[in-house]
Nanobody, 123 residues
């Protein structure tokens, strides 16, 4: 049984930092590209960042470039998202997802999803 689980969310002040983690079990982790998505209340879920199976390629939404860093440790089957200079509008539920296809934001291509971790940013 595949399980994907995010952690690391919490309350942070605007301008602060958080590091999210996502662990996966029941799948061959390095067969999958991994991505972070987020969904704020009343908004559609959007892609934040994606990393290829090897970690050799990374992609970011324009809104987070230069502030967020995605990484992975295939030996630990863990995905990370370092978020710096957080803005109040980035408060959302953050999800990690796994795809064997390509790194892009087309959500139906992601086969496995976690339950999400809540990030709250106070202004």
């Amino acid at each position: 049984q595949v399980q994907v689980m995010e952690s690391g969310g919490g309350l942070v002040q605007a301008g602060g930092s958080l590091r999210l983690s996502c662990t996966a079990s029941g799948l061959t982790f390095d067969d999958y590209h991994m991505a972070w998505f987020r969904q704020a209340p009343g908004k559609e879920r959007e892609g934040v960042s994606c990393i290829s199976w090897s970690g050799g390629s990374t992609y970011y939404a324009d809104s987070v470039k230069g502030r967020f860093t995605i990484s992975r440790d295939n030996a630990k089957k863990t995905l990370y998202l370092q978020m710096n200079s957080l803005k109040s509008e980035e408060a959302a539920m953050y999800y990690c997802a796994a795809s064997q296809l390509v790194c892009r934001w087309y959500q139906p291509e992601y086969k496995y999803w976690g339950q999400g971790t809540q990030v709250t940013v106070s202004s």
